[in-house]
Each structure stands twice: as C-alpha cells, then as structure tokens.
C-alpha cells in the first residue's frame, strides 16, 4: 500500500491510538510495522486473530500478558558470547514465566471449550523452558538483584560482610558516644571510598589517627577512617570484591546455559509480541465500538452505521456507505461543511483499517473489499516550494493516481475539477471519471458541479448520493443520502433569513430552467426519501414487533416439548413400574398353575372355579383406566358400540368370550359364558367379530321307564361331580322340573371347598324362572344342599 494514502488518511494516528493498549517491547514493534496488505488469506487470518482476542476479552477478559522488555539485544549478546547482567537475566527469566503462564492459559481454553480459529496455533508455537526458568527465578530477583540462594558460598560472603559492617558499626558508635564526640562535626557514621568513616572537625584531623578520604566544600570538616577500623574496612573490602566475583561467576553460569536455547527464547519473544500485538486489537475494538467486518472476494463494500475513529464518537454522525455490488462509482454533490470529507475519509481508513487487521466502528455484519491500491486526492494539497495553484496541486496527484490505478483500487476524490473555470473543471471529472471506469476501478468523487449530477443518472454503475441538509435549522446533517444527489439551498435559506420573496422569484427566473427543474426533481426525491423513512421505520417496528412474539413462541413452543419429554418419560416410568409388578404377579399365578397342573396329575382334573379364578387373578393385572373414565374421545367410543341379541362379545371382567342372549336393563344384558348365563354390564364387554358357532353338546334327563312326571326326581345330588358337570346337570335338571311342574326340588351339593355350592347359587339367581332359592333345614343337610323354589 502507497505511503501517501497513509499519511493522507492519517492512518499513524489510528496506529498511535492501537499502541495505547500495548504493554510489551515487542508488540510495539508490531505496531510499527503494520501497514496494509492486499492478501486476501493474510487478511482473514489477521481478522481472525482479532475476532479470537475479541472473544478472549469478553469471556476472560483479555489475555494475560505483563510488561515485558525486547530481549532480542539481550539474545545478539549471549551470540557472541558476552555475560547477562541480572537486570537483563530477569527480563528474559519473565519472558520465560510468561511462557508458562500463557500456556496454562489457554489449557484453561481448551478444558472450557472455548473456540478459538487462530489463537492456539500460536501458543503452540511457544517452547516452555522450565528449568532454565527456575534457575534463573531462584537466582535473580525481579529487580535484577542476585539473590542469597544462587549459590551457598555467595551466601557465607554475605553473611560474613553482615558481620563485618556489624563491627565496623559498634566501633565507630562507641567512638560517637564517648568523651570524643567534641571533636566531631556531627555524630553520624557515612561512607567514603566505600568506606565507613566519621565527619571531624578540620582543627582535630589528627586527633583520631587513621585516614583522611575527604573533606567538606567549607573545609571546616573532614571525613576521617579511624585507625580502629582501618583493618575492619580492609577486611569488608576483601569481602565485597569475593562477593563480586561470586556475582559475576553466578552471571555467566546462567549466561552460558541460555547459549543453547537462544532461538527458542527469540521465537518465544515474538510470540509473546504477536499476542500482545493481538490482545492490544481487540482493547483498541471495545474503546472504539468496533466490530471484526467480513471480507468479500468481489470487493463489496457494505459499511453500516460506519464512523471515522479519529472523531469523538459523541459528535461523528454514523452513515452507511455501500459501493462495489449494484455501482462501481458514487458522485456525491452539496454543500460545503456538509461532511462529503469525512464521508470519503471514512471509507478509505476504515478500509485501510479492515486490510490491516484492525476492528472497525460500525455495526454487526458490515463487509469490505480487499483493494489492491487506496489512492486518495483530498483537501488542499497546493504546494508553496513548487509554487503550485491549488488546481495544478490536484491535477498532479490525480495525474499520478491514473497512472498508476487497476481494476481492483479503490479511488477517493475530493471536489474533484476544482479550482479552475466551472465548465471546463465539470468537464475534466466527468473525464476523469469515466477513465477511472473504464479500468474498471472503484471510485467515489464529490464535486460542486451540478453536470456531475446528471452523470450519475446517465451512465452505468454509477450513482448520485448528498449530504442531508436540514433548511428549518439552516445546517447540515452530516447524514449521507445515496441515490439522491444534492441541490442548491441557496433560495430556501435566503427566504428563511429575510430576503423578500420578489427577489427570490426574480433569481429563479435568471438561473437556466434546467437546473431550476433539476433541483425540483432532487427536492421530490428527498420528499419520497423522507416518506420511505417513515414507513421504513414504522414497518420495522412491526417486524421488531413480530421477531419477540416469534421468539417468545419458539422459546414456549420448547418449553411445551421439554414438559411433555419429561411427562413422558415419567408416564413411562410409571408404567415400567406396573408392568414390573404385573410380571412379578404374572409369575406367581402360572406358579400356581403348575401347582395345579402337577396336583391334577397326581390325582384328579383341575377344577373349571379354580382356572376361572386364576384367570380373574390375570385379567386383574390390567392397569386400572379408571382416570380414563372422563375421557370425552373414549366415551364418544363407547357410545358408538350398539350391542344385539346374537352379537359375540369379549367379557373384560373374565377375560372371556360370550355371546349376547337378551338385554335385561338399560345397561345391562344376559350373556351365555359357556354353559353358564350371566348378566353383564355393557361397560364391561367389547364387541368382537363373529365367530363360527360350536356345536354342543345337549343331554337329555330321562328316567328308567320313559319321560313322565314321575321319572324326574325331586332331589338332585351332586357330590363327587366336577365344577363344569354339575352346572351344566343343574341346567338341565331345573328345565326337566319346570316341565314336570313341581313346585319345589332339592339340589344337594355337599359342603367341600364351597364352589360348587357357589356356582349352583350364582345360576338360581341369574335364572328368572327361580322364584326363591335357601339352604336345607339342618336336619335335611343344612348348608350342603339348598331347596329350590318355582
């Protein structure tokens, strides 16, 4: 990218506000040396950086890097052999702690599952040296200072210099507090030549012995070593010079162990810059309001909301700008003070901006173009030393633009055709511009020239825009209107400030009938501009309106189906439950049958009551749909069901199949189960499909001597008989009575288990021919048999 478009967009100051956040050495060289690229790949890579750091900073709240110094000096020395200084071993031991720490980090990242595109590929490329760090951090301080624990023998010289300036110390005090102090100038112990001495009187030099080191600017006072501590000093001297040469051997132990890892810890270096570099993008992001933009292959420019970043935010007028999808050239006309500058500035630095990497200040989702070349011809650029007219500086600069421009640069004008004849200057821009067109180039141009506006509307690709100019308050708006090109207010004014109106008719007749024509249409358009507004607005309402209540329906729509999962799988849980205990029950009665089966094999048939019961026990097992009852589906079911004599039906009660004989009441019909009858409950049966009938069986009572009266006898017996053969003799035996008219029978049954006596019980009741049925007098065998009455 061209040097001038830099300076002329004053991309420095935007570099100077980036720097601010910046916090090592490093990174500021970064700094120094961003410049826009016109490499597509490069480009996203540096916008994916800054979307990574921004997400860093809003979920950690940045990355944390501390101050850090450029070791790369540092490095070049230890090349070539040359020994650290503590101040300089410890800015390389924190460059290696911070190593460390980023590391940590971002394994902290990770474990989160925070998702980052280009920030871990970076800290991969740090090398941890934990051992070199170490030894460094337990033999340096941060101050550069070596400290106690780098080695015992500097330890014990220090403890004996300790002891040393301990004694030299209780010497020199005794000489201040004794019958001697009169000749001192004051009572204080200082340093000379690093040596302990004491301030004397110039007239008393001689009365301590020793050595004189130095003596005040007066001369009244001279800074004696007594002869009492002469050795003592000697001997704390030797000391520091054994501690110096410890120091100085501690130095170069660590110097030569740094020797072999000296590219690592540069590579480290850079890293840890990059970084820096990075974390300072997405801080520069959050003070200026910006947003990562998209990037378009086809160099569409969709800047929303955009605002130039070297203006406070509380006085920039936001605009949208989009050029390079539906036109390739904007002609923006108006005023002057208008903010057709700032328009033009701010689309040249926010792309410079977006081709470097940076965050720009618009809003979410606003996309830019990756431009060759950034060419601007803006402001008054007349030269003195040239000697230069305005017009001739311009043309200049432009001369060079179109030498150098191609298809895919980006070209600002500023008044382009100014300062010279109004015709001719109006011919030169549109020249000018369809040159640049004809490159194929991306052009925008504002101009005074009211010829420009009808180029717009004429030619291809290209479209007029203006800056709003509010007539009520006589100042501009600063709001960027594309599609409508801007018109004189110079009548609109003049009548608002007083100038009578004849004048004004008067002047609208001079001026060429055309342009009066034209500025009509302009002011037509904004009329209409302002009523899509409106209704823009209003419609936008409507829609934000309608985006809460979808939301608001989605976000109930889930609820509704997390309930009815959870529902379910209680509902399931709750019939696991049963289907578990109906098993468990299910197990137990087929263990009973086999119980029966094995007794029955042993000595006689299972009992037709006792399979009965167990299959009661089964059809027990059944969920109870009582809470079904109030079902409207289900009752709308049971109403279609029409029963008729005939009709076979399953017995839910019994688990059974019968067939239908005569309805007996509202709700209730007699059913032949077998061979037994029964009145059941239309509830309790369902209809089945018809079935072939079986054949049964008849048998007849007879008698010994034929079929009269006297051959039926009045007394049934029926011990010893199976459940299923004694009601079906009970049937027979009733009919055979009825026709031989008795009155009365007796049917014994005998006591036993109680089932037959049961079932004979349970067949008188439901027989309608049964006027009344009891047990037996006890002296006629009591409950064991029962007397039947017609």
């Not at 033999?139 to 403890?159: F, M, N, P, Y």
């Not at 499909?689 to 029926?718: F, H, I, N």
């Not at 459940?723 to 008795?742: F, H, T």
Request: net charge negative; hydrophobic share 35%; glycine share 6%.
């Amino acid at each position: 990218m061209n040097k001038k478009i830099l300076q002329t967009l004053e991309f420095d100051k935007v570099k100077q506000m980036l720097s601010e956040h910046i916090v090592t050495k490093l990174g500021e060289e970064h700094i120094q040396n961003l410049t826009p690229v016109n490499n597509f790949e490069k480009i996203e890579e540096d916008l994916l950086e800054t979307s990574d750091a921004f997400n860093i900073l809003r979920l950690r709240g940045g990355i944390p890097i501390p101050v850090l110094e450029n070791i790369k000096p540092h490095m070049k020395r230890i090349e070539i052999g040359a020994m650290l200084n503590g101040v300089e071993l410890a800015q390389v031991g924190r460059v290696l702690r911070t190593v460390t720490e980023l590391q940590n980090f971002f394994d902290d990242l990770k474990e989160a599952e925070i998702e980052l595109e280009r920030l871990y590929e970076w800290n991969e490329k740090m090398i941890a040296l934990p051992d070199i760090a170490k030894a460094i951090r337990l033999s340096i301080d941060e101050d550069g200072h070596v400290t106690d624990e780098a080695s015992s023998e500097l330890k014990g010289i220090r403890q004996s210099i300790r002891r040393s300036e301990q004694g030299i110390r209780e010497q020199l005090d005794s000489i201040l507090r004794g019958n001697n102090s009169k000749y001192l100038s004051d009572t204080i112990v200082t340093m000379r030549n690093d040596r302990y001495v004491i301030p004397v009187k110039s007239e008393y030099r001689g009365q301590f012995g020793g050595v004189v080191h130095d003596q005040s600017a007066s001369g009244q006072t001279v800074f004696v070593e007594p002869r009492q501590v002469v050795e003592l000093n000697n001997k704390l001297r030797q000391h520091q010079i054994a501690e110096r040469k410890e120091i100085e051997r501690i130095l170069a132990v660590l110097s030569n162990e740094l020797a072999p890892f000296r590219q690592e810890i540069l590579q480290n270096a850079f890293v840890l810059g990059k970084l820096d570099f990075i974390n300072s993008k997405a801080s520069f992001g959050k003070r200026i309001k910006g947003i990562v933009p998209a990037l378009s292959h086809e160099k569409h420019v969709d800047l929303k909301q955009a605002r130039h970043p070297l203006i406070d935010e509380k006085k920039v007028v936001p605009n949208d700008i989009v050029i390079g999808e539906e036109y390739q050239a904007i002609v923006i006309t108006g005023p002057n003070t208008g903010g057709k500058t700032i328009t033009l500035k701010t689309l040249g630095l926010l792309q410079l901006m977006g081709q470097s990497g940076l965050p720009i200040p618009a809003h979410e989702d606003s996309v830019i173009g990756v431009f060759s070349e950034v060419y601007a011809d803006i402001g008054d650029e007349q030269s003195i030393e040239q000697n230069l007219s305005t017009f001739s500086s311009h043309m200049t600069n432009i001369v060079d633009i179109l030498k150098h421009l191609d298809k895919d640069s980006l070209v600002l004008f500023d008044e382009l055709g100014a300062g010279t004849d109004p015709q001719e200057g109006a011919a030169l821009a549109i020249s000018i511009l369809d040159q640049v067109g004809s490159v194929g180039a991306f052009v925008m141009a504002t101009t005074h020239y009211p010829e420009l506006k009808v180029y717009g509307y004429n030619r291809t690709g290209t479209i007029n825009a203006s800056m709003e100019f509010d007539v009520d308050t006589l100042s501009p708006t600063y709001h960027l209107l594309i599609g409508i090109p801007g018109r004189s207010n110079a009548f609109d004014i003049s009548k608002r400030l007083g100038l009578s109106q004849e004048i004004i008719e008067q002047s609208k007749q001079i001026i060429d009938g055309e342009s009066q024509d034209l500025n009509e249409m302009i002011s037509d358009l904004e009329n209409q501009r302002k009523m899509t507004e409106t209704e823009y607005l209003e419609m936008r309402h409507y829609l934000d309106d309608s985006e809460q209540l979808h939301h608001d329906l989605k976000e109930a729509y889930e609820i509704f189906f997390e309930e009815r999962e959870r529902e379910m799988n209680k509902a399931k849980a709750k019939a696991n439950e049963i289907i578990e205990e109906a098993e468990k029950k299910a197990e137990d009665l087929i263990q009973d049958i086999r119980q029966m089966q094995l007794r029955s094999s042993s000595s006689s048939h299972v009992k037709e009551h006792e399979l009965i019961d167990v299959k009661t026990q089964l059809s027990g097992l059944k969920h109870d749909e009582s809470h079904l009852a109030k079902n409207k589906v289900l009752k709308k079911a049971k109403e279609k069901k029409t029963f008729k004599p005939g009709d076979d039906v399953l017995v839910e009660t019994f688990g059974q199949r019968g067939t239908l004989i005569k309805k007996v009441s509202n709700k209730e019909w007699q059913v032949q189960l077998g061979i037994l009858k029964m009145n059941v409950s239309e509830d309790s049966m369902t209809l089945l499909a018809p079935e072939k009938e079986p054949t049964t069986r008849m048998t007849s009572v007879t008698s010994d001597s034929g079929g009269s009266r006297q051959t039926v006898k009045t007394q049934l017996d029926l011990r010893g008989k199976r459940y299923e053969e004694a009601i079906a003799e009970v049937d027979q035996y009733i009919d055979a009575a009825l026709l031989a008219g008795y009155p009365q029978v007796t049917i014994v049954h005998g006591r036993g288990t109680g089932a037959i006596k049961n079932g004979v019980q349970d067949y008188l009741k439901s027989n309608r021919r049964v006027k009344k049925y009891e047990y037996a007098p006890s002296n006629q065998g009591g409950d064991g048999a029962t007397i039947v009455s017609f």
